[in-house]
């Protein structure tokens, strides 16, 4: 079943009734709308004065709903994920520490020769200068210990945006575009690393001890040009909006179903993620030895 993805942005009081979430406006408590739990993938919540009750948060963990919260900048700020999200958690998790640095160094090879021919994909579709990056796909090495995942932002940032536009977490306009993006993109990931019985903590290629979310970080990376395309799509009819409004997290959250190509077959990019962490656990067991990542349909 495809889940839904809600964008709250303004007041209201958010409770359980009837298995369903009912969202009311807190001064007059007249429902507004009501979606049932089960079809909740992601809740995201953008105002300082929405008031969810504990049996409505208890729900949606028990379905494994992931919540996004915002910042005074309206960007994602902070998820809320369940901690045991499938019923082998122990064992997965065992398989998931006692994979060796050979296995993760190739996994992260095909995670990083995925993510380029993606970024190709999207500079061909918009008729952008990418035969460089074909050259950067086919020269990555096991650990990708020549950065060819950097050598191709360089080329792939330039000939996306601009010579001159530099991609930072905090700069210039439309990084604020993508940054809203990725972050949404990440809670996604994470839902199904934990969903799958995996720890988010623990990544193949990223280690950070103040990062949480290291392995959602590593499995995301081929989805980004996803995010990249529906950003693009969006600035090529509002090139001259630079805030986060609403219609543009409206616009966003339809990555989640969005179909890509995956084990040649078309499925909504929701369901695509938890192919890829499904399939990272039987690279982890021995299973299988490539990790299911999407391209672009």
């Given amino acids: 079943m495809i889940t839904r993805s809600i964008y709250i942005g303004s007041p209201a009081y958010l409770k359980l009734k009837d298995e369903q979430m009912k969202i009311l406006c807190p001064e007059t408590k007249t429902e507004k709308g009501s979606v049932p739990v089960e079809d909740l993938g992601l809740l995201m919540l953008d105002h300082f004065q929405i008031t969810i009750s504990h049996n409505l948060i208890q729900k949606m963990m028990g379905n494994n709903v992931v919540v996004v919260s915002c910042d005074t900048h309206h960007l994602p700020h902070g998820i809320m994920l369940p901690l045991y999200g499938h019923t082998e958690h122990s064992d997965r998790v065992k398989d998931q520490l006692e994979a060796s640095e050979p296995l993760k160094k190739q996994l992260w090879k095909q995670t ?51 010579l001159d536009f530099l991609r930072q977490r905090f700069g210039d306009s439309p990084n604020q575009f993508f940054n809203f993006g990725y972050a949404v993109l990440r809670s996604i990931v994470a839902r199904a690393i ?22 959602a970080d590593d499995l995301m990376e081929p989805y980004r040009p996803f995010v990249d395309l529906l950003v693009m799509q969006w600035l090529e009819v509002n090139s001259d909006k630079d805030e986060l409004a609403k219609d543009f997290k409206a616009h966003i959250l339809q990555i989640a179903t969005r179909d890509v190509n995956i084990d040649g077959k078309k499925r909504p990019l929701l369901v695509a993620v938890k192919i890829t962490a499904s399939s990272l656990y039987k690279c982890y067991t021995g299973e299988k030895r490539l990790i299911s990542y999407p391209e672009l349909v």
């Fill in 112 to 162: 990083i020769e995925c993510k380029i021919e993606n970024q190709k994909n999207i500079l061909m579709r918009l008729g952008n200068y990418y035969e460089p990056m074909i050259d950067y796909q086919n020269n990555v090495k096991s650990g990708d210990i020549t950065n060819m995942e950097g050598i191709a932002a360089q080329h792939y940032w330039k000939y996306l945006i601009s």
């Fill in 194 to 215: 934990v969903e799958t019985g995996l720890l988010p903590v623990l990544g193949i290629f990223h280690k950070n001890k103040y990062n949480p979310y290291c392995l």
